[in-house]
């Protein structure tokens, strides 16, 4: 699996355990449906889902992306101060809107509570999905996602004093850097292509 990350210029980052506030809702595990097979054929067959935290001057936001696996392209992201379940639900719906409501695609996450949650799991019924999860603890099964958050700390937050930066600056650098990820950065996996290259030159 080890080789297979390193020919994708995938990372895998062990993260402890994280406390997702649950609101006393119901714990819903689905199966793991993708069993890292991080390719899809078609657009809007296969989405990987994630949260990650952005700490800096004291504050915390937490980043909620979604990934197409078609094309790798990044189809929604919310940025918000709290990591509770209207952070993933608002998510996901704006990526069904910038994608014209498809059915039928898989979504796939981590067992986080706001993912196993009742109100999260209903959701991901009434617009007719299929929910997917990663074995617990194994940040291999949702590598693409983990990999790119990871990417992003890194090359956007690694050299920059956290306690200097406003709010603004915090949602500025995200959102041109998902941008840049999305119209000008190449992939192996793509033919050297961009994400939104691919997508086009596939329809």
Not at 191 to 203: E, S
Request: glycine share 4%; aromatic share 12%; hydrophobic share 35%.
């Amino acid at each position: 699996m080890k080789r297979i990350m390193k020919k994708h210029h995938l990372q895998c980052r062990i993260k402890p355990k994280r406390k997702w506030k649950s609101q006393g809702e119901s714990i819903v595990i689905a199966p793991d449906l993708l069993k890292r097979d991080f390719t899809a054929s078609r657009p809007n067959k296969k989405w990987v889902t994630d949260i990650t935290y952005i700490q800096y001057g004291g504050t915390t936001k937490y980043l909620s992306t979604i990934i197409d696996l078609f094309n790798n392209e990044i189809v929604a992201y919310k940025l918000y101060d709290h990591q509770q379940t209207p952070l993933v639900i608002d998510t996901l719906r704006m990526a069904l809107e910038s994608r014209n409501n498809p059915e039928g695609v898989i979504i796939h996450s981590d067992q986080g509570s706001v993912y196993t949650s009742y109100a999260f799991q209903d959701f991901v019924k009434r617009k007719y999905l299929t929910s997917s999860m990663s074995r617990r603890g194994n940040c291999w099964d949702n590598a693409v996602i983990e990999s790119f958050h990871s990417n992003l700390k890194s090359e956007v937050f690694q050299y920059v004093k956290f306690n200097s930066l406003s709010d603004y600056e915090v949602r500025e650098r995200v959102n041109n850097y998902l941008t840049y990820y999305n119209e000008e950065r190449i992939q192996e996996k793509l033919g050297y292509l961009t994400p939104i290259k691919y997508g086009v030159a596939a329809a």
